[in-house]
Nanobody, 121 residues
Framework: QAQLVESGGGWVQAGGSLRLSCGASGRTFSINAMGWYRQAPGKQRELVARITGGSTNYADSVKGRFTISGDNAKNTVYLQMNSLKPEDTAVYYC????????????????WGQGTQVTVSS
């Protein structure tokens, strides 16, 4: 199986920056997409940003402030978060849409354990 390990969460004042990292390891035959979701208390999990091939997409609420990037050689995705707002406070989860073998039947979504981001006003 594959595993995702996240790092980089923490506490920051409004207007500050944080950078999240997520590395995929184990049986990662092919990664189709990686990205970040977040879940705030009492709210549903929402997509923040996603990268697949050379394409990226973002939630409207983070456009212009967050940047997702990837390092294919390291199977790692990053989320640079600038101009953070208190409403960005949430647990951020990394995900990967990947195959663990050459069979398309092995394709599945994997999730990291989550990392807390807290933005104070």
């Amino acid at each position: 199986q594959a595993q995702l390990v996240e790092s980089g969460g923490g506490w920051v004042q409004a207007g500050g920056s944080l950078r999240l990292s997520c590395g995929a390891s184990g049986r990662t035959f092919s990664i189709n997409a990686m990205g970040w979701y977040r879940q705030a208390p009492g709210k549903q999990r929402e997509l923040v940003a996603r990268i697949t091939g050379g394409s990226t997409n973002y939630a409207d609420s983070v456009k212009g402030r967050f940047t997702i990037s990837g390092d294919n050689a390291k199977n790692t995705v990053y989320l640079q978060m600038n101009s953070l707002k208190p409403e960005d406070t949430a647990v951020y989860y990394c995900y990967a849409d990947l195959r663990t073998s050459s069979s398309w039947l092995s394709r599945s979504n994997y999730w990291g354990q989550g990392t807390q981001v807290t933005v104070s006003s």
